[in-house]
RNA sequence: GCCGACGUAGCUCAAUGGAAGAGCAGCUGAUUUGUAAUCAGCAGGCUGGGGGUUCGAGUCCCUUCGUCGGCUCCA
């Protein structure tokens, strides 16, 4: 008997029955060492496994998504190996590899603390060295219970015994340890060559808080050192554009022990919030949205008819006026509800499109407050859409479009998610089901790729959420667009229609930007602190290089106010190279220094902080490509 | 909220349980400077707060607040 298998190249080969995917690994690495794993039919398969008759055969590397999981997982179990040689009683959890690296949890009999992850780097190296083969064992679920019992692994138990009868249990061996896996594993523990251990961090069993909390060891693997390397120069690089040292040393927010979640935003970090609030303005107008501002504080009793008293309320801050109970708002749809019920609608006034700026508070937990990315009082730019059924799909689309146009302004790339009913929501499954189907039905026509988020919707309705990504790759919701058929039944809103009777209008509520204060601790790190022209605190800074010429320099400066931009003048006692480096350090786009041989022509000397000197130029000149620039928005 | 770590001058960081320091920033003066740091001097502190151990605490212990990395949650 022989098998036929299609190999990568397209060429067919034939081996006799019984080959594994070894034999051929063997073949293949002789000639290219690199190779880490086989895909039949490009799904990751132990090297053990026999040929399967026409199936196609390939082989990965480091560069492929699946070589980097089977290596790093390999890693992940090569710490749990050593972990279990240091710390005998320690229980089990899970260890996947993840992107960039990989975890394992550990319920440790005492806590480890960071500094026991050396002593375990160490054991790691060991184990690595010896080069301990890697073999699958399958087994029926008694055994695999009765070897998990015997070894004391509680967690391994519970896992066990969720897997669907009838299928196989499969373990993965190295020496003395044993771990229930779906594998696959490298061919031997030497076969990892550079690994490092990054944090240790608590994880709830299973992702779920009434659960125990376990230990987590994060690592990350590569086939190298000099690749290793590279990846932690890299995360040192992405921590010099974290937000919050960018937004200290450029001056642009402050957070304090007297306010913690509650951030303060200086004048330079002020500027760029106007002119994004005044760039979505002008966007808005355009796109037909009228623009209010609602109360802060509102009564209880708005709080219990929108249905947050009983979904939201551990996130709510509580006040009492006049002896009456007082919510702070931690949404601004009951405002804007408020806003529309004050009259009258026809369904020829609808759609209509309300805006605010709205300020909302919200209780987050302590340890989840993270910069401006993560606060307990930011600002959303939001907006309820009030609609005719009919429209709904429409107005979605045209949100759509809108959030795209501003992601691009700021060269953004992003993420999209569709999130479901959650546990805790208002509502039939019916109007879910049909609220779900339309963001579904608009999402396919405009063939856009999103991810499912099964039960993370808002307690009124299901969602479009927007992801954008800091400077360490952590991705951070945004945008979203809700579609709520709750609120209006909850509020009893109505328009009359074309046949005199009385509807039931549908609302979207919809954020672009999110919260102003997460958009600009993306933008600070997208931008590394350098922001494009239109955005920048200081667009300009004048610099003369002696005082003979500070009476020019003035001059230059004052055309520059005239001409509205936001010029700076640096007439300090100082030696040209050091205000240069000064503004460069403080991220100014243009310094145009201006000396005897200026004054002389009546020019200025350009410079850009990412170009160097650009030679002289006449001022009226400077000043138009400036404009220009400022209104094209360039990045 | 939970797990682990960390809080020293505005910032970045030193200081065996034994006299709280440096660089940058700030201020004063000198220097008149040509594309990323001129020189000198001065000032700057209840070592996050509270309690304890000790002859003696920045250092050890307890507690509280904050911050950081995660988990959970979310814009």
């Known amino acids: 008997m022989q098998i036929k298998v299609k190999l990568e190249n397209g060429k067919e080969a034939v081996y006799p029955q019984g080959t594994t995917c070894m034999d051929l690994y063997r073949e293949k690495t002789a000639g290219n060492k690199e190779l880490l794993a086989v895909l039949i039919d490009g799904e990751e398969c132990d090297l053990n496994a026999p040929l399967p008759e026409n199936s196609e055969i390939a082989f990965v590397d480091f560069d492929s998504l699946q070589g980097a ?122 076969k990892v060559k550079a690994f490092k251990l990054t944090g240790l961090a608590g994880a709830y069993w299973r992702g779920d808080e009434r659960n125990p909390m376990l230990q987590r060891i994060y690592g990350t693997a590569f086939p190298d050192k000099d690749r290793l390397n590279e990846y932690l120069n890299m995360l040192e690089e992405a921590r010099k554009r974290d937000h919050r040292k960018l937004g200290r040393e450029l001056e642009l927010f ?114 989840t407050l ?41 060269g953004f790339n992003y993420r999209v998610e569709l999130s479901t009913k959650p546990e805790k929501a208002m509502g039939t499954q019916e109007m879910w089901d049909k609220a779900t189907s339309i963001l579904e039905r608009v999402l396919d026509s405009r063939s856009i790729d999103y991810k499912l988020n099964e039960g993370d919707g808002a307690f009124y309705g299901p969602k479009i959420d927007f992801h954008l990504e800091d ?37 979207i509520h919809r954020v672009i930007y999110g919260s102003m204060e997460r958009l600009l601790a993306l933008l600070i790190e997208h931008y590394g602190g350098a922001f494009p022209v239109w955005m920048a605190p200081v667009q300009v800074s004048v610099i003369p290089v002696t005082d003979r010429t500070h009476d020019y320099a003035r001059k230059v400066y004052e055309q520059l106010k005239e001409a509205s931009f936001r010029v700076a003048l640096d007439d300090r006692n100082e030696k040209v190279g050091y205000k240069i480096r000064e503004a460069q350090v403080k991220k100014i786009p243009y310094m145009l220094i201006v000396g005897d041989k200026e004054e002389e022509s009546g020019q200025v000397a350009v410079r850009r902080r990412d170009q160097g000197d650009l030679g002289a130029e006449n001022l009226p000149v400077f000043i138009e490509k400036l404009k220009t620039e400022i209104n094209e928005k360039s990045i």
């Open 471 to 507: 400077c360490l790759g952590r991705s951070w919701q945004c945008g979203t667009i809700q579609l709520d058929f709750q609120m209006p039944e909850k509020f009893d809103l109505t328009y009359v229609g074309e046949d005199g009777d009385r509807h039931r209008p549908a609302v």
């Open 69 to 190: 999981r089977v290596y790093r997982h390999t890693a992940s179990h090569i710490l749990a190996h050593a972990v279990k040689r240091l710390y005998p009683g320690v229980k089990l959890g899970i260890g996947p590899a993840i992107e960039n690296g990989f975890y394992y949890d550990f319920e440790f009999e005492d806590p480890i603390s960071s500094d026991d992850l050396k002593t375990i780097e160490k054991e790691m190296k060991k184990i690595i060295k010896e080069k301990l083969p890697i073999r699958r064992r399958e087994m029926s679920r008694e055994e695999a219970e009765q070897l998990f019992r015997e070894r004391g692994e509680p967690y391994k138990l519970e896992l066990i015994s969720e897997l669907p009868e009838g299928e196989i249990i499969s373990c993965y061996e190295q020496g003395d340890f044993i771990d229930l896996c779906t594998g696959p594993h490298l061919p031997h523990t030497g």
């Open 254 to 367: 402050s957070l304090h022990e007297e306010a913690p979640g509650f951030p303060f935003l200086h004048n330079n970090g002020a500027i760029v919030w106007q002119e994004l609030t005044d760039y979505w303005r002008q966007e808005h107008r355009q796109a037909g949205y009228e623009e209010i501002k609602t109360p802060l504080i509102l009564n209880r009793s708005l709080w219990e008819q929108s249905g947050h008293w009983d979904h939201f309320r551990e996130n709510m801050y509580f006040t009492r006026i006049d002896e009456q109970d007082y919510a702070v708002k931690p949404m601004n749809c009951p405002g804007a509800i408020l806003v529309f019920r004050s009259k009258m609608h026809s369904y020829r006034d609808l759609p209509r499109r309300i805006a605010e700026m709205g300020i909302v508070h919200r209780h987050e937990l302590s340890g």
């Open 370 to 410: 993270h910069g401006l990315l993560r606060v307990r009082s930011f600002t959303q730019d939001d907006a309820h859409i009030f609609m005719l059924p009919s429209q709904v799909e429409n107005e979605v689309g045209e949100v759509i479009d809108l959030m795209d146009r501003f992601y691009s302004v700021f």
